[in-house]
């Protein structure tokens, strides 16, 4: 994970979501999740934020090829009044977006250093940087952890992947800063040559 510039709501994001949403908190202050599922206006801006983040999943720091899913920060049902607000949502993938369910125990991509998470090869397990002071870095080892962010192989082969890939010469630096920002971090941070990562690799 690292910092997501926030994106400015797009034009009609008020009319879309906003202002229905508030239409309906005001005659049902306290929806629960089969209430809310009956008016998720939000799913209007899945495309917008998409489009405003550059597809790219807040958490896994990973491109989404197809729409993903709008993620409330501050859960629906715990901040109604979040439900319909677009600083409250996240661009996730949906299996990220289901396994954090409703946890607040999650390091906010809006405010998490860059250097808070790291990259362990050759394994692309991430950690945290150990220099943290022990309560940040507890927060980030609950956020992989609650995540699945080492145990879910699709995020962890897909990092070997995309890394082997820049490692063969398949796919640049360019490539991975606008798609995979976090790995091309790490490749910076930790001076990774094409030639160190085919040696750490194996091939």
């Not at 209007?44 to 993903?68: D, F, K, N, V, W």
């Not at 993620?71 to 109604?80: E, N, S, V």
């Not at 927060?139 to 699709?154: A, E, F, G, H, S």
Request: hydrophobic share 35%; glycine share 6%.
């Amino acid at each position: 994970m690292i910092r997501v510039i926030v994106s400015p709501e797009y034009p009609s994001f008020d009319a879309d979501v906003r202002r229905p949403g508030k239409a309906f908190l005001a005659s049902c202050p306290e929806p629960n999740s089969d209430q809310f599922k009956k008016k998720n206006l939000w799913t209007r801006a899945a495309g917008q934020l998409h489009i405003a983040y550059s597809g790219i999943c807040a958490y896994t720091a990973m491109y989404l090829p197809e729409q993903g899913t709008v993620d409330h920060f501050l859960p629906k049902t715990a901040y109604p009044a979040q439900a319909y607000e677009w600083s409250n949502f996240r661009l996730a993938s949906g299996r990220i977006n289901t396994y954090k369910g409703n946890s607040t125990d999650i390091v906010d991509p809006f405010v998490v250093d860059n250097d808070w998470f790291h990259l362990d090869l050759p394994g692309c397990l991430l950690k945290p940087n150990p220099g943290l002071e022990q309560a940040i870095r507890d927060r980030v080892t609950r956020t992989i952890k609650l995540l699945r962010l080492n145990q879910d192989d699709n995020y962890v082969q897909g990092r070997c992947d995309i890394l082997m890939d820049f490692a063969r010469g398949d796919v640049s630096i360019g490539f991975l800063q606008r798609r995979y920002p976090f790995l091309a971090k790490e490749v910076s941070r930790q001076a990774l040559a094409s030639d160190s990562l085919r040696r750490l690799f194996g091939f």
